[in-house]
C-alpha cells in the first residue's frame, strides 16, 4: 500500500474537494484553478483524490500511458501484443523554472551521444496522460510554458518535431494550477482552461484546527492502519463517481435552467460562451453525484460561483473580490425568479 492521506480524512475544504470530484466525473469540465496560502495542503489533497479514483489500465513499459487499443504511441502500435496493468492516476508536478525539454519530451542526448541513435526522451507531459498535471503558484509560469500547455490542453496531443525527431503522443490530463491571485497575473486564455476557482484556506474554527492535526498525527505515527480506517469511507466515494460517470448522460438540462445559467452569465459579463458550457457541465456531474437527475436553482448557486469567478470583467471601480461579485449575482437572479 503507498503512504497517502486518504481523501475522506482531510478536513473542510469542500470547495477543493468537490471540485476534484466534478473535474474526475467528467474530465472536460477541465481544470481546477486553487487560490490559497502555502501549506494548506493542496498538492495533499489532489494526491488523495487521485488514489481514491478506480485503478487505470496502462500498457506495461510505455512511457506515454498509453490505456487501450486505439491512440497508441508509436511504440505500443509496432508492439505485437499489448500487455496491461492497473495503476493509479498519475499526479505529476511541473515546477516553476522547467524547461521545454522537460516539459514536452525532447531527444535523449546521452544514447544519442554514445549510440549513435535518436531515441526520444519523453517529457511531463507523457507523465500526466490520463492523470492531473499539478502546477504549484501557476501565475509564476513562464508564458513560453503556458503557451505549449494551452495548445496540448486544446488539443489533447503532444507533438514534437526538432533535433530531428517527430513524435506525436496523447495528452491529456486535468490541469491543477495553485496560486495566489496577489503575485503576478494570470493569462485570460490559460484562466479560461480552468473549469472550477476555489478558495483553499487554514480552518478559523478551533475544533477544525484541532481535528486536523488529531487526524495528521493519526497518519504519520502508523499510515496504514490510518488508511484501513477510511477505507470504507473513500470506496464509498469511488463508487459514487463511479456511478456519476455512467449516469451524466441521464441527466436533464431542461430550457428553465439553460436560460438561468444564460442570465448569470450574462450578469456576472463573463466573456465568450466558455463560462456557460463549464456552468453547465459541472451543474450535470453535480446531479449525477448526487444522485438526482434535474439540476435545481439551489444547484446552480452551489456550483456557479467556483465556474465563474474567474471569467469576470475586471470592474476597475469595484474591488471587491469577483467571488463575491459573483455570488452577489447569482443569489439576485434566483432568489428574483422565487419570488
Ligand atoms: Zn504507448
Not at 119 to 133: D, H, I, Q, R, T
Not at 211 to 229: H, N, S, T
Request: proline fraction near 4%; hydrophobic fraction near 40%.
Amino acid at each position: 500500500m503507498n503512504k497517502y492521506f486518504p481523501f475522506s480524512a482531510i478536513v473542510g475544504q469542500e470547495q477543493m474537494k468537490l471540485a476534484l470530484i466534478l473535474t474526475a466525473i467528467d474530465p472536460s469540465i477541465g481544470g481546477v484553478l486553487v487560490f490559497g496560502d502555502r501549506g494548506t495542503g493542496k498538492s495533499t489533497i489532489v494526491r488523495s483524490l487521485a488514489e481514491l479514483l478506480p485503478k487505470q489500465n496502462f500498457v506495461i513499459d510505455c512511457s506515454f500511458n498509453c490505456q487501450n487499443s486505439f491512440n497508441l504511441c508509436d511504440q505500443c502500435k509496432k508492439k505485437k501484443s499489448l500487455e496491461f496493468e492497473e495503476r493509479s492516476t498519475p499526479v505529476i508536478d511541473l515546477p516553476l523554472g522547467s524547461t521545454e525539454d522537460r516539459v514536452v519530451g525532447a531527444l535523449n542526448l546521452e544514447i544519442a551521444l554514445t549510440e549513435g541513435r535518436k531515441v526520444f526522451e519523453p517529457g511531463l507531459l507523457a507523465k500526466a496522460n490520463s492523470g492531473f498535471l499539478y502546477i504549484d503558484e501557476v501565475n509564476l509560469l513562464e508564458d513560453h510554458i503556458v503557451d505549449l500547455l494551452l495548445d496540448v490542453a486544446a488539443s489533447g496531443e503532444n507533438i514534437v518535431e526538432r533535433d530531428g525527431i517527430s513524435i506525436r503522443h496523447s495528452s491529456k490530463f486535468v490541469l491543477i494550477g495553485s496560486g495566489n491571485p496577489e503575485e503576478g497575473e494570470l493569462r485570460p486564455q490559460l484562466l479560461d482552461r480552468f473549469g472550477f476557482s476555489v478558495n483553499v484556506g487554514s480552518p478559523s474554527e478551533i475544533s477544525q484546527r484541532i481535528e486536523v492535526i488529531k487526524r495528521r498525527d493519526e497518519f504519520e505515527r502508523d499510515p496504514q492502519a490510518f488508511l484501513r480506517k477510511w477505507r470504507r469511507k473513500d470506496l464509498t466515494v469511488q463508487k459514487k463517481i463511479i456511478h456519476a460517470k455512467n449516469a451524466l448522460d441521464n441527466i436533464e438540462l431542461d430550457d428553465s435552467i439553460l436560460s438561468k445559467c444564460a442570465e448569470i452569465c450574462i450578469a456576472v459579463g463573463s466573456d465568450g460562451l466558455r463560462g456557460e458550457l463549464t456552468l453547465l457541465r459541472a451543474l450535470r456531474a453535480l446531479c449525477a453525484f448526487n444522485e438526482t437527475t434535474k439540476p435545481t436553482l439551489e444547484d446552480i448557486r452551489e456550483i456557479a460561483v467556483y465556474t465563474l469567478s474567474h471569467r469576470l470583467r475586471r470592474d476597475p471601480l469595484d474591488d471587491t473580490s469577483s467571488e463575491v461579485r459573483v455570488k452577489r449575482k447569482v443569489n439576485e437572479l434566483i432568489d428574483d425568479k422565487k419570488n
